[in-house]
Structure formats: structure tokens, C-alpha cells
């Protein structure tokens, strides 16, 4: 091993510093734009292959199919949002009122079918009772805790719609220039992949396009399907606001959480409105597209990716718990890529040859070699 001279100890030293800062340096410049940056990296990768497609369609032109892509994320993602936001200002008197009213007078006697629910029908029924009991200044002592902690944490959030507005507008952006430049810049990672892990580093770059394509098949798909059928039901239904709870609804399944709370929410609206009719026709459809994604979402993710579908799963509950909403994507892709690398070690290690003691390969006796030659 070659010694090394103080002198140039200390250059190597000061060069690694020197590019450790500037790496810091440049995440933290770009870091205001992470989560822009990822989302659209997610959106381009999952619909490159559509993007491929129009492009064919319209005469080998990049930009017309690009413009096409923005122009449906506006109406798919921006345009609901907009509106869910718009529908929730516009009525927040009208929810005012409701709630006011229903403090005035308080609550009627439970109905006699909420005790006969399984499990919780009981408690539920006991409950209700007691604030029915409580008259209407009972239930406003009650009820005003969770109203002011509500209402501290909805006004706390207000500052966030509009930042939200500011990545929707960096994400349509930079998915745009991901869109005019996605070869260049797939070209650039896979080269940049194989400098630090050779073969494996560019399988696991395409590993990571086809989990992420996979997830966004499966639960993207699985939760526009669920919300449009549940709004479906709500408007058909007479629940108003279908418009902002079909939103819900989707940021609800988006994260994994399902559209069981707001169509449940509908179902007891309908009963207290005295439409057990309209109120079990919801009920029957929340059950069934409650379980659609039982059976689209596997079947989706299992068609994008051929990936253990335990470990596709805890990568989106575990990458959500811990990234947010984006950690939907984040986390299947590094279990994913973990998995991979991981098994080619495995592999790697099985196949290699036996050894003998001296370092020679064994041999197989003549015996054997004979036997394995044709008759």
C-alpha cells in the first residue's frame, strides 16, 4: 500500500470538503423544489408509456403530446382540487348555520337501528342518548373543545392552500420539461447509475421506473375508480356537496385510508334525514366499492411490477407513515430496489463455484463427467 505524504493528505481532505459542501449546498438551494421534483418525476415515469403513444398519434410531434399531458393533468388533478376548495368556501356559511342550528335545538333520540350494529351499535346508542339528554347547552359544552381545536388547526392550514397551489404550478412545470427531455434524462441517471454500481446500478434505476409505475397503476387508478363511483352514489343519492366529498374521497383512498369514512358520513346523513330508502342503497354501494380495491389494486401493481406483493404494500403504508403522501412512491421503490440488490447478492453468492481447500475449483470425478456425456 503506497504511503501518503501529509501534504497530500491534506489536499484530499480539503477536496472532499470541498464537495461535500457543495453538494449540501445545492440540495439545500433546490431542496424548496423537492417535493415539486418528485411528484413530477412520479407522474412522468408512470405516464411515459401514454406519452409515447400520443406522441405516435400525433405525427411524431413531442411538444403537441406534452401539451396534451399537461392539459389532462389540469383537468384530472388541478381543476378538482380548485373546485373541491371553491365548493368549501362558498358553503362555509351554510355549514355554519348547520351547526349552529343543530346546537340550537340539539340533538333528537338516536334511531332504534343504531343499537342493533354489531360491536359498536351499543355504545353508539348510549352515547348519542347522553348528548341527546344533555339538551342543546350540554352539547354545545361538549362539542366546543373538539369545535375550537378544529377550527385552531383548519385556520392554521389556510396558509397552506396556497403554497400547495405554488407546487401544483412548479409540478406541471417541471413535468413539462421532464416530458420534452425524458430520454436525455433517463440516458443521464442510467450513465450516472452504472459509474456507481455497474450492472446492478442500472437495473435498479429501471427497477425503480417500474415500481413506480407499478404503484401509480394500482393505487392511482384503484382511488380515481372508487372516488367517481362513490360521488356516483352521493349525487344519485341527494347528499350534498358531492362535488367536495368526491375530492375527499380521493385524497382519502389516495392515502390508504379508504372512502369508507365519507360514504359512511353519507349513509348516517340519510338515515337522519328520514331516507332509510336512499340511506341502505348507499350503504349496499359503499360495501361494494369498498372492495374494489381488494381486487383492482393487486391485480394492477401485480401488472406493473413482478414484485412481492407483501413487500409492494408495506412499502406504501411504511413509506407513508414516514415521507407523507409521497412516501406512496418513495417507499416501494427502496424496498423494491433493497429487494433486488439484495437477491443478486444472494444469487450471486449461490451460483459462484466450490473451492477446495489449496483454492483450486473442485472437480467432479470421472465417473460422474462420463455419465453426463451422451450415449
Not at 187 to 201: E, F, K, N, P, T
Request: hydrophobic content about 55%.
Amino acid at each position: 500500500m503506497l504511503s501518503m505524504t501529509p501534504s497530500e493528505l491534506a489536499r484530499n481532505l480539503l477536496i472532499i470538503l470541498v464537495l461535500s459542501l457543495l453538494m449540501i449546498g445545492t440540495l439545500w438551494v433546490l431542496l424548496p423544489f423537492l417535493p415539486a421534483f418528485i411528484w413530477a418525476v412520479t407522474i412522468v415515469a408512470s405516464t411515459w408509456p401514454m406519452l409515447v403513444g400520443l406522441q405516435r398519434r400525433l405525427w411524431g410531434r413531442r411538444w403537441l403530446a406534452t401539451t396534451v399531458m399537461i392539459f389532462g393533468m389540469l383537468i384530472i388533478v388541478v381543476a378538482p382540487l380548485t373546485a373541491a376548495v371553491g365548493t368549501l368556501i362558498g358553503h362555509a356559511s351554510d355549514i355554519s348555520e348547520q351547526v349552529q342550528s343543530i346546537g340550537a335545538r340539539g340533538l333528537p333520540m338516536p334511531p332504534d337501528w343504531l343499537s342493533h350494529i354489531p360491536v359498536v351499535g351499543q355504545r353508539a346508542s348510549e352515547e348519542w342518548q347522553s348528548l341527546a339528554a344533555a339538551g342543546p347547552g350540554g352539547l354545545v359544552a361538549k362539542v366546543q373543545p373538539y369545535a375550537v381545536k378544529g377550527a385552531t388547526w383548519a385556520f392554521s392550514k389556510l396558509g397552506s392552500v396556497g403554497l400547495l397551489f405554488v407546487h401544483l404550478g412548479l409540478t406541471l412545470i417541471i413535468s413539462a420539461i421532464l416530458f420534452m427531455q425524458g430520454e436525455r434524462a433517463a440516458r443521464a441517471l442510467i450513465r450516472i447509475a452504472r459509474r456507481l454500481g455497474g450492472d446492478r446500478g442500472e437495473e435498479a434505476v429501471r427497477l425503480a421506473g417500474m415500481s413506480i409505475r407499478a404503484v401509480a397503476l394500482g393505487i392511482v387508478v384503484t382511488a380515481v375508480t372508487q372516488s367517481l363511483l362513490g360521488g356516483l352514489g352521493l349525487w344519485v343519492t341527494g347528499v350534498p356537496l358531492p362535488g367536495f366529498l368526491t375530492a375527499l374521497m380521493f385524497v382519502f383512498c389516495i392515502a390508504q385510508i379508504g372512502p369508507f369514512p365519507v360514504l359512511l358520513s353519507s349513509v348516517a346523513w340519510l338515515y337522519w334525514q328520514d331516507s332509510p330508502t336512499l340511506a341502505t342503497l348507499l350503504l349496499v354501494l359503499s360495501v361494494i366499492i369498498g372492495m374494489l380495491d381488494n381486487v383492482m389494486r393487486p391485480m394492477l401493481i401485480k401488472r406493473g411490477a413482478d414484485l412481492p406483493m407483501t413487500l409492494i404494500l408495506a412499502g406504501v403504508l411504511g413509506g407513508m407513515l414516514s415521507f407523507g403522501i409521497v412516501g406512496l412512491f418513495v417507499g416501494p421503490v427502496i424496498l423494491a430496489v433493497t429487494y433486488t440488490l439484495l437477491m443478486a447478492w444472494i444469487n450471486e453468492g449461490l451460483n459462484r463455484p466450490a473451492t477446495a481447500p489449496s483454492g483450486a475449483p473442485l472437480k467432479s470425478p470421472p465417473a460422474a463427467a462420463d455419465a453426463d456425456k451422451p450415449a
